[in-house]
T-cell receptor, first 115, second 111 residues
Framework: DAGVIQSPRHEVTEMGQEVTLRCKPI?????LFWYRQTMMRGLELLIY????????DSGMPEDRFSAKMPNASFSTLKIQPSEPRDSAVYFC?????????????FGEGSRLTVL | KQEVTQIPAALSVPEGENLVLNCSFT??????LQWFRQDPGKGLTSLLL?????REQTSGRLNASLDKSSGRSTLYIAASQPGDSATYLC??????????FGKGTTLSVSS
């Protein structure tokens, strides 16, 4: 299996621009998670989906962030407008079963720099 | 709300030493506890998953234990090697929730 695939791996943009991060989970996995990692705060859960339905989005920082999962093999995380404090590594992960079951597998991450 | 803590933040050991990494959590009603490894600039690699009904899991030179009553998990690494140098993160969840992560312990093994 190819594992969790994220794109782009690196993104540099200017404040105010729209950023879209993409994720393809492992085939057959029905739970998908978006995490953000910074030096100060570590890994924080942003949102997770089960069977394409958002279950917990309490970690989404504010209205500038939105996530979608239109089908079982694709998810996006969008930031509009972006701000310098959004600079971080954004990870997508997937697992089989509901959120509290199964081993979690991560992608390589998307490193976002907002100037 | 579950909180996961890892102490120390960094650890340096000579090659060949056995070592223990510590993880503590505030809510003992956990469902899964999972240990990960992260190399610089890379994603997280799953090492071991301990489910709530289990006390420990082993993979090669790694052994992870879980004590829910004391709110602790340990990752034991036997005969450490320079290739073990990385950041190790533990994460726990409760029923119906996603994994909550500690901030990790950065391990350096010198040859």
């Amino acid at each position: 299996d190819a594992g969790v695939i994220q794109s782009p791996r690196h993104e540099v943009t200017e404040m105010g621009q729209e950023v879209t991060l993409r994720c393809k989970p492992i085939s057959g996995h029905n739970s998908l998670f978006w995490y953000r990692q910074t030096m100060m705060r570590g890994l924080e859960l942003l949102i997770y989906f089960n069977n394409n339905v958002p279950i917990d989005d309490s970690g989404m920082p504010e209205d500038r962030f939105s996530a979608k999962m239109p089908n079982a093999s694709f998810s996006t995380l969008k930031i509009q407008p972006s701000e310098p404090r959004d600079s971080a590594v954004y990870f997508c992960a997937s697992s089989s079963g509901a959120a509290n079951t199964g081993e979690l597998f991560f992608g390589e991450g998307s490193r976002l720099t907002v100037l | 709300k579950q909180e996961v803590t890892q102490i120390p933040a960094a650890l340096s050991v000579p090659e060949g030493e056995n070592l223990v990494l510590n993880c503590s959590f505030t809510d003992s009603a956990i469902y899964n506890l999972q240990w990960f490894r992260q190399d610089p600039g890379k994603g997280l690699t799953s090492l071991l998953l301990i489910q709530s009904s289990q006390r420990e899991q082993t993979s090669g030179r790694l052994n992870a234990s879980l004590d829910k009553s004391s709110g602790r998990s340990t990752l034991y690494i036997a005969a450490s090697q320079p290739g073990d140098s990385a950041t190790y993160l533990c994460a726990a969840n409760q029923a119906g929730t996603a994994l909550i992560f500690g901030k990790g312990t950065t391990l350096s093994v010198s040859s």
